[in-house]
């Protein structure tokens, strides 16, 4: 009796991890949540005229080398993003290092149904060498 339920612990333990077991990145949407979701929101809609989507972002798409920097020392310019304008600062959170900002990257990339390629660390590491408004800027854009 004992054994058996110890099997059966076991067995409904192993359901439930595999029905939780994230599909994704599951640091990369705990930093998000943390991080982004305040302005970006869960679903990654954004906020009307004032804050952009990651969801079906075609700037993710199209400026993959620009979405490190962003994360890290944040951007004040206009930006389109599926055909509207942006031009709110987003502070940047220089905290993150370059292994979280590729789970996040990973993360918004594989959400809400956008279907965009893997970044791996190195790849982001060498776009944060080379962001503009990086600390090796000196006129500060
Ligand atoms: C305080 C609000 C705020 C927070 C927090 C924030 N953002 Fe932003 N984000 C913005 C705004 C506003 C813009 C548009 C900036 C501009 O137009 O210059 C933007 C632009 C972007 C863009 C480029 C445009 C797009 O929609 O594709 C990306 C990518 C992005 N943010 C990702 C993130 C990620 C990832 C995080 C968390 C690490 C984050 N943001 C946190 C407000 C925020």
Redesign the pocket.
């Known amino acids: 009796m004992q054994h058996q339920n110890i099997f059966l612990f076991f067995a409904a333990s192993l359901v439930l991890a595999s029905a939780c077991a994230p599909k994704g990145f599951p640091q990369g949407e705990r930093l ?1 949540t943390y ?2 979701a ?3 929101m869960d679903d990654g809609s ?1 906020l009307e005229g ?5 969801a079906g ?1 075609d ?2 798409a199209a400026y993959p080398a620009e ?1 490190p920097c ?2 890290r020392y944040g ?5 389109e ?1 599926k055909g509207k304008t ?6 940047g ?1 220089p905290e993150l290092n370059e292994y979280e900002i590729t789970n ?1 990257i990973n993360y ?1 990339h594989h959400a809400w149904g956008n279907e965009l390629g893997y970044r791996n660390p190195e790849e982001v590491k060498s776009a944060l060498e080379n962001c503009e408004s990086g600390p090796s800027s000196e006129n500060g854009g």
């Open positions: 998000y991080h982004c305040n302005c970006h954004g004032l804050i952009p989507p990651l972002s700037f993710l979405v962003i994360i951007v004040k310019k206009e930006i993003v942006y031009e709110q600062e987003m502070a959170i996040i918004i």
